[in-house]
């Protein structure tokens, strides 16, 4: 059959307009790789389809190395040798197959650019290929779309290398601001410790002094109280300070908790507060449910709310009262603190979680407590609200889920009693 003329020059035309709209593309868009020659590593098996390739490469404007290999042994060689920036490969071959090089490639640790080349294949065994690692398939039939395949290969590479770069930058960042905060805690912890000893000292001189002078004017004894007031404030400021930096280093311990006694002790440890005795305690507990927490972060919480009730409790009330009611669930605990203290205000009542804030002078410390309340109960995956009126008392309202051992264990978290928790 005879072509006529001006169907060859068509298609010679449509050639030569896409072989230039590749060439333009390329220089267009040439990945870091392309500023040198690009050493191909072709796994083909017929020296004329080489030809045709690089043919192909040179109308496209590209400037390469070339090394032609067709078995498993020669391939393997040069893959660890001859430093390819990428590999087009043809399906069948006399010793093995595409796929298997491409598995060759990926288990040996390269991650260069691996483009088939190949014959008529069906669109499954494409997509099943790229699935595989493969960065592209081009047809023998249609080769104007290899430098443009490569191109894409090669800028997609350059690509993961530049995000690979900034995520170890951003790891390596973050692993030193971790040091840095584990060094501040120690520092923060050490020195609130360490200056507690002294301050601890100078308070017992101050009232041995006290005892000593008390036949003296009572203008020692005023000078007296307050160098006594001020150590106190200083010290509640340390306190609270140790206890921040205890709750941020410390690493969440799950346990089976014994509420009762938790709030008992608790209760005991401050009945010698200013104005303790003064208060009515009520405790109510519901413990039918065993219940698995942090017992640290647990004791720390209900401390501190009692503590927070008995400085804040209003003397002039004819019976200043404190009730504790504790619930356990099979999934959390619930616990309300209610007292019928001074109350806080409106306005104050949204930041009393807040860092450093104080509704009052009242309190000797630095307004760390609530907020290392909140933190703590956080560490837990737990809730707390507060309800308040001034003249008519607080409420504080709080649901700690109950730590079970297959959703609690995380990176930080360390499992005591897991026999006991397993058989209660």
């Known amino acids: 059959m005879i ?6 020059a068509s298609i010679v035309a449509k050639r030569t307009v896409a072989t230039m709209e590749c060439k333009l593309w390329c220089c267009n868009n040439k990945p870091a790789q392309m500023n040198k020659d690009l050493r191909i590593l072709v796994l083909e098996d017929m020296e004329d389809d080489l030809e045709i390739i690089e043919y192909m490469l040179e109308k496209a404007g590209m400037q390469f190395k070339t090394k032609r290999v067709d078995t498993k042994e020669e391939f393997i060689t040069a893959l660890h040798q001859f430093n390819a920036d990428v590999i087009l490969s043809d399906h069948f071959l006399p010793t093995f197959n595409s796929l298997e090089a491409l598995s060759i490639t990926r288990q040996a640790g390269f991650q260069t650019p691996f483009i088939l080349v190949t014959g008529a294949i ?22 104007t779309r290899l430098p443009s395949a490569i191109v894409n290969a090669l800028k997609q590479r350059e690509a993961e290398a530049e995000k690979a770069k900034a995520n170890e930058a951003l790891r390596t960042q973050y ?18 410790h360490n200056l507690r000893s002294p301050l601890m ?15 003296r004017d009572n203008f020692f004894n005023q000078y007296f109280k307050m160098m006594e007031t001020s150590i106190h404030k200083l010290d509640e400021t340390l306190k609270e300070i140790l206890d921040y930096s205890r709750n941020a280093r410390k690493e969440v311990n799950i346990e089976r908790v014994d509420i009762r006694k938790i709030v ?37 919480v209900v401390n501190n709310l009692i503590s927070n009730a008995i400085k804040y409790h209003d003397p002039d009330k004819a019976e200043p009262f404190l009730q504790i009611t504790v619930l356990t669930k099979a999934d959390k605990a619930i616990l309300e603190f ?43 995956n737990g809730q707390i609200q507060v309800v308040s009126k001034v003249g008519q008392g607080t409420t504080f309202s709080i649901e700690i889920p109950c730590s079970a051992l297959p959703t609690v264990m995380g990176e930080n978290t360390t499992i005591n009693q897991v026999e006991g928790h397993l058989h209660p």
């Open 201 to 215: 000292s100078v308070l017992g001189l101050v009232n041995l002094a006290k005892s000593e002078d008390q036949n």
């Open 122 to 143: 069906s669109e499954e065994f494409a997509v099943n290929t790229l699935k595989q690692g493969a960065d592209d398939y081009i047809l023998k039939s249609n080769l």
């Open 3 to 8: 072509i006529p003329s001006f169907t060859i």
């Open 175 to 192: 692993e030193e601001l971790v040091k840095i905060n584990k060094e501040l805690d120690s520092f923060v912890y050490s020195v609130s």
């Open 338 to 380: 209610k007292d019928n203290g001074i109350g806080i205000s409106d306005k104050h009542l949204s930041r009393v979680f807040d860092m450093f804030f104080r509704a009052t002078q009242k309190n000797d410390g630095a307004g760390l407590g609530l907020y290392i309340v909140k933190e703590a109960i956080d560490k837990l």
């Open 264 to 300: 008992d002790d608790n209760l005991e440890r401050m009945q010698y507060m200013p104005g303790a005795q003064d208060i009515r305690k009520e405790v109510i507990i519901d413990d039918q449910f065993p219940f698995y927490t942090d017992r640290y972060r647990f004791s720390f």
